[in-house]
C-alpha cells in the first residue's frame, strides 16, 4: 500500500507547484529503480505520523445487470493540512540536474526541515543537494550496480570539508527515516517522546527474544 501511495506521488510533474500543505520532510531519490529501498524512510516517517502528502481511497461499487458485471471505480484524494508533513519525489542529479537544483535551492523557502536523499552508483544526489541547501541532507547509499553498494557508499559519505552529508548504511533507508524523526524532535517535544518509545520498545523486542533463547 505504501509503495503503491508512493508511486502516485512520484507522479507529480514540477518541483516548484505549491502545494496546499507544508511538508517538513523531503524524501528524494533519483529514480524510481531507487523507491524499494526508499519506501522504508517513508515507512517510518508514516509510523511516527508524519504522513504522505496524497492519501487516495478507492471506492469500488460494483453493479450487477442480469447477464454482466460492471465495476465502477471512484478514488478520491484528502489531503488533511495538519498532518500531512512528508513529500517524496525523483530528482536525479545527473539527469535532471536544473530540477535538482531548484528543489534543492528552494527547500528551505518551501518549509521543508529535513531532506533524505538517496541514489546508487555514481550518486551525487546526496552531496549536490547538501551544497545548494543549509538544511541537513540525510543521504541514502543505494545497492544499485556490480560493486554492491560500494560506489554509491563512497561517493555520498566522502564529501569534502564544509558540506556535510549524514551518511547511512548501504540500502539503510530505515536509519535515514529515524534520523529524520531525532532531527524533528529537536523542536517537536512529543515527536522526541515518541522516539524514545520507539527504543524502549525495540529494547524490550530484544529482551524478549534473549528471555526465550534460555528458556
Ligand atoms: C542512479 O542510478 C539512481 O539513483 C539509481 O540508483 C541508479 C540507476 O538508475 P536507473 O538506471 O535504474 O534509472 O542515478
Known amino acids: 500500500v505504501v509503495e503503491a501511495q508512493l508511486k502516485l506521488m512520484l507522479n507529480e510533474d514540477s518541483v516548484n507547484d505549491q502545494p496546499a500543505f507544508v511538508p517538513r520532510v523531503g524524501i528524494i531519490m533519483g529514480s524510481d529503480s531507487d523507491l ?20 487516495t481511497i478507492n471506492y469500488c461499487i460494483s453493479f450487477s445487470i442480469s447477464f454482466c458485471s460492471l465495476p465502477i ?34 527547500a528551505r523557502e518551501r518549509g ?4 533524505i536523499a538517496g541514489a546508487g552508483g555514481a550518486a551525487h544526489l546526496p552531496g549536490m543537494v547538501a551544497a545548494l541547501t543549509p538544511l541537513p541532507v540525510i543521504g541514502v547509499p543505494v545497492r544499485a550496480s556490480t560493486l554492491d553498494g560500494l560506489d ?7 564529501m569534502p570539508r564544509g558540506v556535510p552529508v549524514a551518511t547511512v548504511a548501504i540500502n539503510n533507508a530505515t536509519n535515514a527515516g529515524l534520523l529524520a524523526v531525532r532531527l ?10 515518541r522516539m524514545a518509545q520507539y527504543q524502549e520498545d ?13 528458556k
Do not use: C, W
Open 112 to 115: 521543508i526541515q529535513v531532506i
Open 184 to 193: 524533528l524532535g529537536i523542536s517537536d517535544i512529543n515527536l522526541q517522546a
Open 152 to 158: 554509491s557508499l563512497l561517493s555520498i559519505v566522502q
Open 73 to 106: 471505480v471512484f478514488t478520491m484524494k484528502y489531503l488533511p493540512k495538519d498532518l500531512v508533513m512528508m513529500q517524496v519525489k525523483i530528482v536525479s542529479a545527473h539527469r535532471t540536474p536544473e530540477m535538482m537544483f531548484s528543489y534543492a535551492s528552494s
Open 36 to 55: 524499494p529501498v526508499m519506501k522504508d524512510a517513508a515507512k517510518i516517517l508514516k509510523e511516527f505520523d508524519v504522513h504522505a502528502e496524497v492519501f
Open 202 to 214: 525495540r529494547r524490550d523486542e530484544v529482551l524478549v527474544k534473549g528471555e526465550r533463547l534460555e
